[in-house]
């Protein structure tokens, strides 16, 4: 892998992360097209997106530092400091709460199929443009059932759970980390913007437990060149990933997710059709 190469990468990681496009199934067509992906050895490409991912991690801490302290500071004291109920306790505190409980389901599955997950399937672009498609549809569903009445403070449990189960689907490559929380935030009537400003929050726990995971575990098998490649990778990750959040906050606020649904229906296709023609390996 050149620097070049790096760059893009990182871009790819950091903009698609944030997007409901998924950020895994364009990173790995782009590692199939310029032969990046080792057959031999797969698990090698999951932990560097794994690991360039702690740069998109980066870009939320730095977007929503207020939020994220207001979180923590809460739910200590009312949790550890004064004890208070649950029921008494303020938006800040439940959020910490919902955001622990939100992160079981993918942490659970995570650890339960790591081997499938960081094996030769979890790259085949046959599943990836797949779930493009099956994904877009699902979203586009909910973007004509969805009653969008709930803010950010309207949360329950309930709604944490269920949009939590959500982002552990995106363990399916093509999927969606953002598209599948997302949706699930507009299943249980989040309004847009709410419904992305929960699922960047929420994945904070599982960015960052699965990048130093890969981190901890690849690192001695990285050489010079690998590691200032990584690093590379993951900067550029952050700077395109604040501006992808950013940009889709922004977007949200007065329009729909359609141009996404119609832009992973078309992708999906287009992967589908060229490895019908042989021009691209599954």
Known sequence: MSIFEAIILGFIQGFSEFLPISSTGHLTIFGRMFHLISEENPQAWTSFIAVIQLGTLVAVLVYFWKDILHIVSAFLKENFGTRQKFSTQSLDAKMGWFIVLGTI????????????????????????????????????YAERKAKFNKEMKDITIFDSIV??????????????????????GLFMGLTRESAARF?????IPSVFASGLLELYEQIKFI????????????????????????????YLRKNTTFVFIYYRIALGGLILILISLNILKP
């Open 105 to 140: 389901p993918i942490v659970a599955l995570g650890l339960s199929f790591k081997k499938i997950i960081e094996g030769t399937l979890t790259k085949n672009l046959v599943v990836i443009a797949c779930s493009l498609i099956v994904l877009a549809v699902i979203l586009a």
């Open 163 to 184: 949009v939590g189960i959500a982002q552990a689907m995106a363990l399916i490559p093509g999927s969606s980390r953002s598209g599948t929380t997302i949706t699930g």
């Open 199 to 203: 699922s960047f929050l929420l994945s």
């Open 223 to 250: 050489d010079h060149s690998g590691m200032v490649n990584l690093i590379v990778a993951t900067i550029v990750s952050g700077i395109s990933g604040y501006v992808a959040i950013d940009f889709l906050l922004k």
